[in-house]
T-cell receptor, first 114, second 114 residues
């Protein structure tokens, strides 16, 4: 089991450019979560998919951020017109469905916006 | 909104001593409390969790205590070893399928001195 796979591991963009981050959940896991980690804010929840359907996007900045899960094997997080304050490590996690399911985290994508 | 406060930002203990990390939460509907460990340059790794139907759980050298009345939970690491050195994050969740997001504390950097 390869665990949660995230690509790229590092991404550098210029201010105003678009960034797309990819996540491949563990096979058989039907719940996918996105979090963002910064030194100042810590770990923040962004969005959650269950069986590919968006369930909770309460943590997503309303503008410029969007997430999709077109099939059970991958999810994407897209940031349009990136700003320096978007610089963070973006973490994807997956879990089995069911209450109290352990979330398994991927290695993260470190996004740096210059 | 929901918050989790992690009371110790840093903790230094001698090898063999016990370490205790304390967290409090605000959401009275929280029912699932996992702990994660993050080693330098790596992602989050699950260590132990506790559900609201019990007030104590032990896994080898790790003990988690939960006081629902005080909305407080803690991680006790007994007989610490140098490899326990890492950042530890507490988290809280409602635990159910539609609300599985984790709300994290800001982390405690544990240093175990040989």
């Amino acid at each position: 089991n390869a665990g949660v796979i995230q690509t790229p591991r590092h991404k550098v963009t210029g201010k105003g450019q678009e960034a797309t981050l990819w996540c491949e959940p563990i096979s058989g896991h039907s719940a996918v979560f996105w979090y963002r980690q910064t030194i100042v804010q810590g770990l923040e929840f962004l969005t959650y998919f269950r069986n590919q359907a968006p369930i909770d996007d309460s943590g997503m900045p309303k503008e410029r951020f969007s997430a999709q899960m077109p099939n059970q094997s991958h999810s994407t997080l897209k940031i349009q017109s990136t700003q320096p304050q978007d610089s963070a490590v973006y973490l994807c996690a997956s879990s089995l469905l069911g209450n109290y399911a352990e979330q398994f985290f991927g290695p993260g994508t470190r996004l740096t916006v210059l | 909104g929901e918050k989790v406060e992690q009371h110790e930002s840093t903790l230094s203990v001698r090898e063999g001593d016990s370490a205790v990390i304390n967290c409090t939460y605000t959401d009275t509907a929280s029912s699932y409390f996992p702990w994660y460990k993050q080693e330098a340059g790596k992602s989050l790794h699950f260590v132990i969790d506790i559900r609201s139907n019990v007030d104590r759980k032990q896994s080898q050298r790790l003990i988690v205590l939960l006081d629902k009345k005080a909305k407080r939970f803690s991680l006790h690491i007994t007989a610490t070893q140098p490899e326990d050195s890492a950042i530890y994050f507490c988290a809280a969740s409602r635990g159910t399928g539609n609300t599985g997001k984790l709300i994290f504390g800001l982390g405690t950097t544990l240093q175990v001195q040989p």
